[in-house]
């Protein structure tokens, strides 16, 4: 396996004083997926749990669902001139039965910028795809559990405390217990780790729990909790308009700006306990 963090030197400025020190960095590589022998994606990520990042992006892409759909997931040896192994291109063999994308294998996947699909086209596009229904799920998580998420999520990041420049992805209850948590130079790649590892644990859909991240709340990210069956997605930044209004289409509650008890609930009122908050009126829009 690769490396997660390296060493270099650095010379560090602090105002007039200048000294020379060794920093320690998070480690960033490419690395292949390929489905059945055949190229898929590329993905610059952190080397670490990277069988749960490829299962995680299939089930984000809507081709599996289920531990089950995937016979066998291998690093791919002589994947260099010499032959030699560098962990960086993985193959994903399918259960027989389970189907290929049914669009060409050289797409770009619609949960990228450059895919061209925008408004309500990508709202479709996640409801077409989209395994499970989360609109349902009777799940609350009330004012308190949310704003002790953070610091939970803050203290299981062990490569987050030597480098500083990793995002993360926690799993948690209503009650505040962290079930999981994946960590990537990426957002999109913690997410995907974190759905992997429930995917692979055949704990899908994830009724009953909700998603935590350390960046802001994409489209992309509000998508892939929809489809791993997610209720609820949390963000200690901000939401983008679109993720905004795809929770809202879907059932989804979807919090942004969680730092402490401050937040802002943008979509699925209804899963938030309000017993321990103080409400004020609202003000009407400007």
Request: neutral net charge; contains cysteine; aromatic residues 4%.
């Given at each position: 396996?690769?490396?997660?963090t390296v060493r270099?030197?650095?010379?560090?400025?602090?105002?007039?004083?200048?000294s020379?020190?060794?920093d320690t960095?998070?480690?960033?590589?490419?690395l292949?997926?390929?489905?059945?022998g055949?190229?898929l994606t590329?993905?610059?990520?952190?080397?670490?749990n990277?069988?749960?990042?490829?299962?995680?992006?299939?089930?984000?892409?809507g081709?599996?669902?289920r531990?089950a759909?995937?016979?066998?997931?291998?690093y791919c040896?002589?994947?260099?001139?010499?032959?030699?192994n560098?962990?960086n291109?993985?193959d994903?063999?399918?259960?027989?039965?389970?189907a290929?994308?049914?669009?060409?294998l050289?797409?770009?996947?619609y949960t990228?910028?450059?895919?061209?699909?925008c408004?309500?086209a990508?709202?479709?596009a996640v409801?077409?795809?989209?395994?499970?229904?989360v609109?349902?799920?009777?799940v609350?998580?009330?004012v308190?559990?949310?704003?002790?998420?953070p610091?939970?999520?803050?203290?299981?990041?062990r490569?987050?405390?030597?480098?500083?420049?990793?995002?993360a992805?926690g799993?948690?209850?209503p009650?505040?217990e962290?079930l999981?948590?994946?960590?990537?130079?990426?957002?999109?790649?913690a997410?995907?780790?974190?759905?992997g590892?429930?995917?692979?644990?055949?704990r899908?859909p994830?009724?009953?729990t909700g998603?935590?991240?350390?960046?802001?709340?994409?489209?992309?990210l509000?998508?892939?909790?929809?489809?791993?069956?997610?209720?609820?997605?949390a963000?200690?930044?901000?939401p983008?308009?679109?993720?905004?209004?795809?929770?809202?289409d879907s059932g989804?509650?979807?919090?942004?700006f969680?730092?402490?008890?401050s937040?802002?609930?943008?979509?699925?009122?209804?899963?938030?306990?309000?017993?321990?908050?103080?409400?004020?009126?609202?003000a009407?829009?400007?």
């Open positions: 396996m690769g490396r997660v270099e030197k650095v010379l560090r400025i602090r105002g007039a004083a200048v020379g020190r060794v960095l998070v480690v960033e590589e490419p292949e997926i390929r489905l059945n055949d190229p590329v993905t610059m990520r952190t080397p670490g990277d069988f749960d990042l490829a299962a995680g992006f299939l089930v984000s892409e081709v599996i669902t531990a759909d995937i016979a066998a997931i291998r040896a002589g994947a260099t001139e010499d032959g030699s560098t962990y291109v993985l994903v063999s399918l259960a027989p039965g389970v290929m994308p049914e669009t060409s050289e797409r770009n996947f990228t910028s450059s895919c061209g699909l408004g309500k990508s709202l479709e409801r077409t795809v989209a395994r499970f229904s609109a349902e799920d009777p609350r998580f009330d308190a559990t949310l704003a002790a998420m610091d939970r999520l803050r203290e299981a990041q490569v987050f405390d030597r480098t500083g420049g990793l995002h992805a799993l948690f209850t009650s505040g962290l999981a948590v994946r960590e990537d130079v990426g957002r999109h790649n997410v995907d780790k974190l759905i590892w429930a995917v692979r644990q055949d899908l994830l009724r009953g998603l935590l991240v350390s960046g802001r709340a994409s489209f992309e509000a998508q892939k909790a929809l489809m791993a069956g997610l209720p609820l997605l963000a200690v930044s901000a983008s308009s679109l993720a905004v209004d795809l929770a809202a989804l509650a979807l919090v942004g969680l730092r402490g008890p937040m802002n609930v943008y979509a699925g009122r209804h899963r938030i306990d309000l017993e321990t908050a103080s409400l004020t009126p609202m009407a829009p400007g």
